[in-house]
């Protein structure tokens, strides 16, 4: 974009309260275009969270575009008994097995991702915390806890190197990398078609013209075949052609926002645990 633009581009990796600090500096930002934000799906559900930012996603933020869209993928360790999902599943009923399912902390997606499994499959499981997905998923490795919802890139490397077991891909697809291991209406459960997605946003009163621009160059940039190759390797893909306008992006974020905030509704007890 910056070559397109012929503007030189900062990026800023801002951390704390997973992105909704640099969230709300962007949103107290001068609306003329040169202050954005690239966000994830925790955006969606932020809104729901207790207590709730200290703005509102909706309200306060417009959509540039949207950026790419990768899918975790739920896996176990080694040792796990079970081969395929309908095995996994039947081994967490069993009376005695009790199932610690590692997540990269409260109110993560990976959290909500092990909620929503749990409760999609109709299980309890012992939801064990970590500082982040990458020391969990060294914990799969290791043995000492049973399930992760890890990244697609990481997963299937370590899927196909047989080091961990592959149970389903939380998307509408299987990943090339892993192709043995199902996707989510595949296995019967579509609650786990739960896209891991980024998109670009600016302050709410940014003039349309400005959103334009920035929009056209963010569509020239993701149809580089560099760029696509880049997000290929990590496991990511841009998203199509046909959803990257601002106004289709600002109705997927709405009703990313819509979906999320439900989930965390339904789980609010489980993730104050």
Do not use: C
């Amino acid at each position: 974009m910056s070559s397109i633009l012929g503007q030189t581009i900062v990026i800023e990796n801002m951390a704390g309260a997973g992105g909704l600090q640099g969230t709300a500096r962007v949103v107290r930002a001068e609306p003329d275009g040169y202050t954005l934000l690239v966000h994830q799906t925790g955006i969606a559900f932020a809104p729901a969270l207790d207590p709730p930012p200290p703005f509102n996603v909706e309200k306060d933020l417009t959509t540039v575009g949207l950026v790419n869209t990768s899918y975790l993928v739920l896996v176990g360790r080694k040792s796990l008994a079970p081969a395929g999902l309908a095995g996994l599943i039947a081994w967490m009923k069993t009376p005695g097995n009790q199932t610690r399912f590692a997540h990269p902390g409260s109110g993560t997606l990976g959290h909500l991702a092990t909620l929503v499994f749990a409760r999609s499959v109709g299980v309890e499981v012992d939801a064990v915390s970590y500082r982040g997905v990458a020391p969990a998923m060294t914990d799969i490795v290791g043995g000492h806890v049973d399930l992760v919802w890890g990244g697609a890139a990481v997963a299937s490397q370590l899927i196909a190197a047989g080091t961990i077991k592959g149970y389903v891909v939380g998307g509408p697809k299987r990943l090339d990398r892993i192709p043995e291991v199902p996707h989510a209406q595949e296995a019967k459960q579509p609650a786990l078609d739960m896209p891991f997605w980024h998109a670009m946003f600016a302050p709410a009163a940014t003039p349309k013209p400005v959103i334009d621009k920035l929009n056209a160059a963010l569509n020239e940039a993701l149809a580089d075949a560099k760029v696509i190759k880049s997000y290929a390797d990590g496991g990511a893909e841009p998203f199509p052609a046909n959803m990257r306008s601002p106004e289709v992006a600002n109705a997927f974020v709405k009703s990313e926002i819509a979906r999320w905030s439900g989930v965390v509704r339904l789980n609010a007890a489980k993730m104050k645990q």
